[in-house]
């Protein structure tokens, strides 16, 4: 592995590195700046680096003012290139602009991943560099810094939240037995059900359809690793869930999608039209409610709809050597064109993970 790393760098131009290095630090901050992009800053003075900085939470400090700040000769920032991996902000926000920190600050040189498609943004960081005299490059690793944020750019350009399927199955293809309580088959290994917790953690909501809170009475939190709880949403057309669910335990926020007017104690509802897809509907509700990620773990019926209705941009498939014979059958994508998929391997099962394209 560290020959080909060495490779690598060999056939990457300094740009390049710089702004890999900002790929790098941007992501320190995956678990905290949502629903904001990660973005990741380095100054560059005489080809040494002399401040790195990084996005770290919602509503602090950004990428560019961290490294600004680190720098310990600020003399030094009239001679230095600053890389950037998404363009700086030029909107008052939670922050001033950080397009109109760089020029005060008298850096002559910005380098940048790639544009921000966010309408208050969207070039206006560009210009305001440019008609101060700074010099500007835009594009280096744009490919990589755009699949930094793509939850962020999947909102701004799609105007809906960045969609996540997962499911396990058996060997021959079966979510679970066909059961009206009792235990679920085991398809997971510890090491999965780890790996299934850490992206929780990276996604601001979790889904769930009424079977499968009836039948699981699943917690829907972040437990076998460290990282904010998602907001969980539980698909309930006649409110008939029993109270006593986990799901209502106010233990987190839980989000109630039903056709009722009526209102449950420690819960927020949205009340959708059920003689439509509720798919759409519900993409509509939680960009209003500034929610970017959700990850849907629900049954077979729920999956496949969103794989119908194409309302998904990946999808993790948990493959178990273990045959189930008969039961629920794991959701289909044979019918999908537009996706790449690629093998992950992960002790006695494996993860197909898909790409829709």
């Given at each position: 592995m560290p020959k080909v790393r060495k490779i690598i760098e060999k056939t990457m131009t300094n740009d390049e590195k710089y702004m890999m290095r900002c790929i790098q630090l941007a992501k320190n901050g995956r678990l905290?700046?949502?629903?904001?992009?990660?973005?990741?800053?380095?100054?560059?003075?005489?080809?040494?680096?002399?401040?790195?900085?990084?996005?770290?939470?919602?509503?602090?400090?950004?990428a560019e003012v961290?490294?600004?700040?680190?720098?310990?000769?600020?003399?030094s920032l009239k001679q230095s290139t600053i890389y950037v991996s998404l363009e700086p902000c030029a909107h008052y926000g939670k922050t001033p602009p950080c397009a109109n920190l760089i020029v005060d600050?008298?850096?002559?040189?910005?380098?940048?991943?790639?544009?921000?498609?966010?309408?208050?943004?969207?070039?206006?960081?560009?210009?305001?560099?440019?008609?101060?005299?700074?010099?500007?490059?835009?594009?280096?690793?744009?490919?990589?810094?755009?699949?930094?944020n793509k939850v962020f750019f999947t909102v701004?350009?799609?105007?809906?939240?960045?969609?996540?399927?997962?499911?396990?199955?058996?060997?021959?293809?079966?979510?679970?037995?066909?059961?009206?309580?009792?235990?679920?088959?085991?398809?997971?290994s510890p090491y999965?059900?780890?790996?299934?917790?850490?992206?929780?953690?990276?996604?601001?909501?979790?889904?769930?359809?009424?079977?499968?809170?009836?039948?699981?009475n699943p917690s829907l939190n972040v437990r076998a690793w460290c990282g904010p709880q998602p907001l969980r949403i539980v698909i309930d057309r006649q409110l008939s869930l029993p109270r006593h669910l986990r799901l209502f335990d106010g233990s987190q926020s839980t989000l109630v999608v039903t056709e009722k007017d009526d209102s449950i104690p420690g819960c927020m509802t949205f009340r959708a039209d059920f003689s439509q897809s509720i798919i759409p509907q519900?993409?509509?509700?939680?960009?209003?409610?500034?929610?970017?990620?959700?990850?849907?773990?629900?049954?077979?019926?729920?999956?496949?709809?969103?794989?119908?209705?194409?309302?998904?941009?990946?999808?993790?498939?948990?493959h178990s050597p273990l045959v189930v014979k008969h039961g629920i059958l794991a959701p289909s994508m044979a019918h999908l064109?537009?996706?790449?998929?690629?093998?992950?391997?992960?002790?006695?099962?494996?993860?197909?993970?898909?790409?829709f394209v």
């Open positions: 905290g700046t949502a629903p904001n992009p990660m973005v990741g800053a380095v100054v560059v003075c005489q080809g040494k680096i002399i401040g790195e900085g990084y996005h770290a939470k919602c509503g602090e400090a950004h961290n490294a600004i700040a680190s720098v310990k000769d600020k003399e600050k008298g850096i002559p040189k910005v380098v940048i991943g790639c544009q921000d498609p966010f309408s208050k943004v969207a070039g206006r960081g560009i210009e305001i560099l440019r008609n101060a005299g700074c010099e500007v490059i835009v594009g280096v690793l744009e490919k990589e810094c755009i699949e930094l701004q350009l799609k105007r809906r939240p960045f969609v996540t399927l997962k499911w396990a199955q058996s060997a021959d293809c079966y979510l679970d037995i066909e059961r009206e309580g009792g235990t679920p088959v085991l398809l997971s999965t059900q780890m790996i299934a917790h850490k992206r929780r953690a990276e996604h601001q909501a979790i889904l769930v359809g009424t079977r499968t809170a009836l039948l699981d519900l993409m509509e509700e939680l960009v209003r409610r500034n929610v970017h990620s959700l990850l849907v773990e629900g049954g077979s019926v729920l999956l496949q709809s969103f794989l119908d209705e194409g309302f998904w941009d990946e999808a993790y498939v948990e064109k537009k996706t790449s998929k690629k093998k992950l391997i992960m002790g006695r099962n494996y993860h197909i993970f898909y790409n």
